[in-house]
């Protein structure tokens, strides 16, 4: 316990880091995430292919070789002047952003087809349709499951350790360096759950706020 | 191509498609021309740094690290099936000695990030015990305490989404508790639960490259000896490339699975009465599935 009040700071800085990570790469996420899942479902073929084959080479990509390319691989093709911390969160986001898509993606089905339909039949085009009728609903249905992909995403920070970023996880490996190990793991794991915990209990005020009964 | 979102398209919409359709092409086929000019231009296509894929001890060497790669997934994938029933019995149990704890061990596996599970043993045992475990099992171990958890809250939802009037009839002539849930309950959750129960086994194999982190010899981590060669132009990307795509062709196989099984059990379908009985009118499956 002693080991942990001593190295308090260490503890907020990789907490700092871990949620600066979180929060920049949940942002390039949820944004390129939205447009993703709008080009998915879109009219037009050569929007919804790639965005559809992006989805699936995420999914089946580690997240481990995709840090192990933007952030190794960065400097190889002259993409200079970005840190350790810029190329983690670039690979977190588009590793990401794939999973919001699908989150989202599966919200747009769970809107009622009578919904879009009533749309079309008003004369809404499909950029209206979507914007106005579809998304607004389908975003709230979708606060749940996109809650457990930001959860996963925050967890997921943790890979960075292995890329030399200084989050929370590393604080184990700078604890370890002076034999302290056992209470840098337990005062880790700690973070994360109340991190973790906080999370799931703040999103599950946010689904009772927005959630409706259909 | 019309769904439920737009309408089969007139004229004008044609004409828009055809431009949004020009534009999308432009635009991806901008990104992959910029790409491919930066690999090009950084010599990245450069024979010497591709050279490396005919030799034959580098062959092997990927070999053994790709086998090294299915051993903890096939491990992993085992005991955190075990570990899953456990747990989710644990979390049905009537009684809150056994339920209460097996709760707790989901919900704080759950919160934990693999790499801080597969921390655990690599760096504790060693002040602990003070002799070091096999790197393959601190890998098995951090996949298995933290997929055993998901798989355990897939269980009980597959359980509890069996209608009640299952566990009455079984009670009714006769079961016990534990003979309901093993001749009863489990199955048809596990029938249900199939396509997700695969899904987190590709969560599985993909997390194995988690083990790279902590210098267990898999897949990734022979590539990057590779990239240590300077005879080959260090070829990092080369080298993610080419790993990245033997992890995608893995992944999707065991993807592909999933939705070969999700479309099969389509043909399953609940009767209003909330009964699970496979359509009569098709052909009965084989007996061996």
């Not at chain 1, 914007?131 to 959860?151: F, W, Y």
């Not at chain 2, 994938?77 to 899953?84: E, F, Q, R, T």
């Not at chain 2, 997390?207 to 070829?235: H, K, M, N, W």
Request: with cysteine; net charge positive.
């Amino acid at each position: 316990m002693d080991v942990i009040i001593d190295n308090a700071d260490r503890f907020w800085v990789g907490m700092q880091t871990t949620l600066s990570l979180t929060a920049a790469s949940a942002l390039v996420a949820l944004v390129l995430g939205v447009i993703l899942a709008a080009c998915r479902v879109s009219p037009v073929p050569s929007l919804r292919l790639p965005a559809a084959g992006f989805v699936n080479l995420m999914q089946n990509l580690p997240l481990t070789v995709l840090f192990f390319l933007v952030v190794f691989g960065a400097p190889k093709v002259d993409i200079r002047g970005t840190s350790y911390w810029t190329r983690a969160v670039i690979a977190l986001g588009l590793y990401t952003a794939a999973f919001v898509c699908e989150v989202v993606r599966s919200g747009i089905n769970t809107v009622p087809a009578g919904q879009a339909e009533a749309a079309r039949a008003i004369g809404l085009g499909f950029t209206q349709n979507l914007r106005l009728v579809i998304l607004p609903q389908a975003l709230r249905s979708v606060v749940g499951p996109m809650a457990s992909t930001l959860i996963a995403l925050t967890k997921n920070t943790s890979v960075a350790v292995g890329f030399a970023v200084l989050e929370l996880t590393s604080v184990v490996n700078q604890l370890n360096e002076t034999g302290d190990a056992v209470p840098g793991l337990f005062g880790v794991a700690l973070c994360y759950l109340i991190l973790i915990l906080a999370m799931s209990w703040v999103f599950e005020l946010v689904e009772r706020k927005v959630a409706f009964q259909r | 191509m019309s769904s439920v979102l737009f309408d089969e398209p007139g004229p004008a919409a044609r004409r828009r498609h055809a431009i949004l359709t020009v534009l999308g092409l432009v635009v991806v086929g901008f990104f992959v021309f910029v790409a491919i000019g930066r690999l090009h231009e950084s010599g990245q296509f450069e024979g010497r740094r591709w050279e490396w894929i005919q030799y034959e001890g580098i062959q092997r060497n990927l070999l053994a690290g790709f086998v090294a790669t299915l051993k903890a997934f096939g491990l992993a994938a085992v005991l955190s099936l075990v570990l899953g029933v456990i747990l989710a019995i644990g979390r049905l149990s009537p009684r809150a000695a056994v339920r209460w704890p097996a709760t707790a061990v989901v919900t704080v596996f759950r919160a934990l990030p693999v790499v801080v599970l597969m921390f655990f043993p690599y760096l504790g045992a060693r002040s602990l015990i003070g002799t070091s475990i096999p790197l393959l099992w601190c890998v098995v171990f951090g996949l298995t305490v933290y997929n055993g958890s998901v798989l355990a809250e897939i269980f009980r939802a597959g359980v509890l989404a069996v209608p009640g009037g299952q566990a009455e009839a079984a009670s009714a002539i006769g079961l016990t508790r534990g003979q309901s849930l093993r001749i009863v309950l489990f199955p048809q959750a596990v029938r249900a639960m199939l396509p997700t129960i695969i899904s987190q086994l590709v969560v599985v194999l993909k997390d194995t490259a988690l083990g790279f982190v902590i210098g267990y010899q898999e897949l990734l981590f022979e590539g990057q000896g590779i990239t240590d060669e300077s005879r080959f132009g260090r070829p990092i990307i080369p080298v993610a490339l080419v790993v990245g795509a033997i992890y995608v062709v893995a992944c999707s196989l065991l993807s592909l699975l999933a939705t070969r099984i999700e479309r099969r059990s389509g043909a399953i379908r609940r009767r209003p009465g909330g009964f699970v009985d496979p359509i009569p009118d098709t052909a009965p499956a084989p007996l061996a599935s």
